[in-house]
């Protein structure tokens, strides 16, 4: 697979850039979150995992300050040129928006880019699917500059960056769990990480006899024109309305009982629904990491399931696509758990599954999707992958 893809690389990067001389090829995973959706920026917990497929990139430095990027997933926009004097976004700029924006990120944090670059990807997640496919290309920018120029950042500030690009150049005002569970990401590994204050742990994810199937909605969505940044103020006025009772930080900081004593504080209905998924689903992920740690799958399976719940019901940030996926999945005899995984409103579900009822399941599910929903889902069975790497 990886030497295929390295031929691939270079043939299309010859034809595109006339050689491929002097060419370095890199990989960066892109993620699915098990379970702590939408806590990343209250404050909470977070359980996500690096995968086998992402964006590998094919990068040269070139002795000018151009910039010549090409997407083998977006061929028919061919080349697209910018500059180093012009790291300014643009909806023109399409994809190259969020490079552009990493090397943008680079110079405000003092690390000037030296010198133009012909840069090419090839991803082999679903466009807009919620596997973070734009976290993948921004932790794979950062770290090409840094193996091109010899930057000193570590992982984790690879992963701040991209954050701070996506924020400050992409207008998304997304959390760090995405650029963090991609540029730290371990094999076999989830990472149970606090977003208070970055502290993490690796937790192996040991499923004896059952797998992580990703079904994708094919609905697409684009963080920036979802209801995500209004989320995120809902959460945040909620927040102020709470401090006036009492001293916390963040949501992330009260259990259950705190939260239900106070939320009376909140003036308004639906952001009490809003705060209260924050600091439910705060709970309900360190206590599936426990539960996995104990090895009670199915445990984990049961809060993955009040994860969706909760997510649909007082976060409502799901949709009837992802809805079917989730309740179909829960349909199915050998269906551990199931829920809707990243930003929501269109994307994926995540779901374990055991191994005898896999097949069962795409069936069953796609067929139920297809019949409600006028179009085909599309499931992969996947795998924990690495962080970035130098192929
Ligand atoms: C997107 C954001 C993350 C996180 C999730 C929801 O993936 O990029 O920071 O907020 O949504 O959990």
Same mark, same amino acid.
């Given at each position: ?69 090409? /997407? ?40 000037? @880019? ?19 496919? !734009? ?8 770290? @090409? ?8 950042? /570590?992982? #984790? ?7 701070? !690009? +996506?924020? #400050? ?9 995405? #650029? ?18 970055? !502290? ?11 797998? $992580?199937? $990703?079904?994708? /909605? ?24 709470? #401090? ?71 976060? +409502? ?8 996926? @989730? ?10 758990? !199931? ?11 995540? /779901?374990? @599954? ?18 409600? $929903? ?18």
């Amino acid at each position: 697979m990886a030497k295929n893809m390295k031929e691939k690389m270079l043939k299309t990067f010859t034809e595109v850039f006339g050689d491929a001389e002097g060419v370095k090829l890199y990989f960066a995973p892109g993620r699915v979150n098990l379970i702590g959706e939408h806590t990343d920026y209250n404050g909470g917990h977070v359980f996500p995992c690096a995968l086998t497929i992402g964006t590998y990139g094919a990068v040269r430095k070139r002795n000018d300050n151009k910039l010549r990027f090409y /997407s083998m997933n977006f061929d028919k926009l061919g080349v697209i040129e910018s500059s180093l004097e012009d790291l300014k976004p643009c909806k023109e700029a399409g994809w190259t928006n969020y490079p552009k924006g990493v090397m943008w990120a680079f110079g405000e944090k003092g690390m000037k @880019v030296p010198c133009g670059m012909d840069f090419m990807l090839n991803g082999n997640i679903p466009n807009g699917s919620g596997l973070s496919s !734009s976290a993948s290309v921004e932790v794979l920018t950062g770290f @090409v500059l840094r193996d091109l120029f010899g930057f000193e950042v /570590s992982n #984790q500030e690879l992963a701040l960056i991209g954050q701070f !690009s +996506e924020n #400050q150049f992409n207008g998304v005002n997304c959390g760090i769990m995405d #650029q963090f569970a991609i540029a730290m990401g371990k094999a076999e590994h989830a990472i149970f990480l606090d977003t208070a204050d970055l !502290s993490y742990e690796y937790a192996p994810v040991r499923l004896a006899g059952a797998k $992580i199937v $990703i079904a994708c /909605s094919n609905k697409k969505r684009g963080l920036g024109d979802s209801k995500y940044n209004e989320r995120r103020s809902e959460c945040e006025e909620a927040l102020r309305e709470l #401090q006036k009772v009492m001293d916390i930080k963040a949501l992330g900081d009260l259990d259950e009982e705190t939260f239900e004593a106070n939320c009376n504080a909140i003036a308004d209905e639906v952001r009490v629904r809003r705060a209260r998924h924050a600091v439910y689903e705060n709970r309900r992920t360190i206590k599936a990491v426990e539960a996995l740690k104990r090895n009670d799958i199915e445990l984990f399976g049961k809060l993955m399931n009040q994860s969706h719940v909760s997510l649909r019901d007082d976060y +409502e940030v799901t949709g009837i696509e992802l809805d079917t996926l @989730v309740e179909e999945a829960w349909k199915v005899d050998g269906v551990i758990g !199931s829920r809707m995984t990243g930003a929501g409103f269109g994307g994926c579900t995540v /779901s374990m @599954v055991k191994d005898a009822a896999i097949d069962n399941f795409i069936e069953q599910v796609g067929k139920a999707y297809k019949e409600k $929903i006028g179009y085909e889902a599309d499931f992969y069975v996947v795998e924990i992958g690495d962080g970035p790497v130098v192929l």
